[in-house]
């Protein structure tokens, strides 16, 4: 059972930098299509990014593209989400997930493709 614990949330100010982390456990990251989606409260959990199992393609969502960056490190087996530029629209849970069946090339983006999922971890930007 493929196990998500994601880290690196805090309380940033506007502008600043964050780089949130997921160790995968139970499998290797190689094997799966990755993803990071955000909730804030009372809205739906959306798709951020993700990145395919080879080739490292990846999607973002257009709310954060140029600002925020997916990548994986295999010797690691982590998943990063590097955060730049931030944002108060960006304060929500970060929540990490992981695809068994995707497309060696795709990164996926819809939620419900998405078969394991961390905990989350709370970012928020002040203003």
């Known amino acids: 059972q493929v196990q998500l614990v994601e880290s690196g949330g805090g309380l940033v100010q506007a502008g600043d930098s964050l780089r949130l982390s997921c160790a995968v456990s139970?499998?290797?990251?190689?094997?799966?299509?990755m993803g990071w989606f955000r909730q804030a409260p009372g809205e739906e959990r959306e798709f951020v990014a993700a990145?395919?199992?080879?080739?490292?393609?990846?999607n973002y969502a257009d709310s954060v593209k140029g600002r925020f960056t997916i990548s994986v490190d295999s010797a690691e087996n982590r998943v990063y989400l590097q955060m730049d530029s931030l944002k108060p629209a960006d304060t929500a849970v970060y929540y990490c997930?992981?695809?068994?069946?995707?497309?060696?090339?795709?990164?996926?983006?819809?939620?419900?493709?998405?078969?394991?999922w961390g905990q989350g971890t709370q970012v928020t930007v002040s203003s």
């Open positions: 997930a992981a695809d068994r069946n995707s497309s060696p090339w795709y990164a996926p983006t819809r939620r419900v493709n998405y078969d394991y």
């Open positions: 990145i395919s199992r080879i080739a490292s393609q990846t």
């Open positions: 139970g499998g290797t990251v190689r094997a799966y299509g």
